[in-house]
Each structure stands twice: as structure tokens, then as C-alpha cells.
């Protein structure tokens, strides 16, 4: 086999799996669906005894409430995400009295709602390799300041460090803490958590921050 034809067949093999981790992000938001419907039908009869009429349709949207009465939907394993995490952002107040939830993981329901949308209505081939990483980082925080520990999250862990090693050319990488650049950000204060960076030493491989740390005169990031 020449040197030609081994480049192509490895930037084949590098396309199918890229094909293959795509397709895996939808999977997740079906898994995070089954697992978080099981979590409402635990918790809101807690917090009202008419949960259903108190905290469920008032949640949903006309096209939503439409559907529970023309298919006489009863119960929360019937519905969708898109639906679930309606009723987690408009019963938030009511959440937060009962779990030690912080503000940010009302963010974060509020992009998985962007997240699932997306999925669902776009080619999974027109959405970029950074975009999936950040959904998936997302969907993980979110899912773990829910449930705490839960296989999914491990899961979507271990997914996201794939995507780093395929960003790098199959490279195992590990957390350090470095001087980074921009990378498709308005300026450096534009990055956070979840942001795919390229680093100053090395500026062809692809990092992702895990924490910002703030100092004098300039931030540091923990890259993974």
C-alpha cells in the first residue's frame, strides 16, 4: 500500500468514526430522557399532591398540552425532552427549596433545551466537532447537578474524551494548566468551561477548558 493510499484510507477510517460519534449524541438525549422522566415521577409528588394539574401542564406549551389531551397522556414517562425540561425551568422556584440546585444549573436546562432542538431538527452532519463537544459537556453537568453520580454522565465523560483524542489525531491528553488562545471566541474573556481552545505551545493540537482559574494580570485555564 502506497503512503498515499494509507493517508486516505486513515482520513476515511477518522471520517466514519467522526459519522459514528455523532450518532451517539442523540442516543444520549434519548438515554437522558428515560432518566430524567424517572426522576420527575419520584420528586414532584413531594412537592404538591395534584403535581400532575399544579407542576406538569401548566409547564407545557399549547402544542404540548394539545398532545397530552388528544392522546390522553397520563404520566410522565409519556413525554418527551423537550417537554421534561419545560417543567424543570418553570418549576424552578419550586425545586431550589427543595435541592441545593445554584443558578447555573438553570442555564444549563435552558441550553439542553437549545441543545435537543438542534439535534433534532438538524443534519448531525452540518453540526461542527467543537458544537458537539460543548452539547455533550452541557448535557453531562446538567445531568450530574440533577442525579449526582449516574452511569450516563460517566458516559458522556468518557465520549467527550474520544472527541479530544480524535481533535488531537488519537493522542491521549490530560489536564494541565497553561496560557491558551482564542480559538473561534470573541476574545479571551469569551472562554469558559467547555470551550475548545488551541494552545500557545503547541498550536496545533486542540484543548478543552475544565476550569478557570482567575489571577493577576491575566486568567489561567485548566486544559484537558
Sequence with gaps: M?????????KMMQKNEMSNFRSQIPS??????????????????????????????????????????????DSIEQFDLAALLRILDRNWYFFVEKFPWEQQLRNYIKEVQTIRNKWAHTDSCMIAHDDAYRDCDTLERM???????????SKIAEFKKRLIEQSN?????NPVSTPVVAKHYEGIEAISPGSMITVKSCPGKIGVVVEKKAQSPENRYVVF
Design 28 to 73: 444520549f438525549l434519548q438515554e437522558a430522557t428515560v432518566l430524567l422522566s424517572s426522576w420527575l415521577t419520584q420528586t414532584l409528588p413531594a412537592i404538591s399532591e395534584s403535581w400532575w394539574s399544579e407542576l406538569v401542564v401548566p409547564s407545557l406549551s399549547f402544542q404540548q398540552k394539545e398532545r397530552v389531551e388528544r392522546n390522553r397522556l
Design 2 to 10: 502506497t503512503e498515499k493510499s494509507h493517508g486516505n484510507e486513515k
Design 169 to 173: 489525531g488519537d493522542e491521549p491528553s
Design 143 to 153: 445531568l450530574s447537578s440533577i442525579l449526582g453520580d449516574n452511569p450516563l454522565s
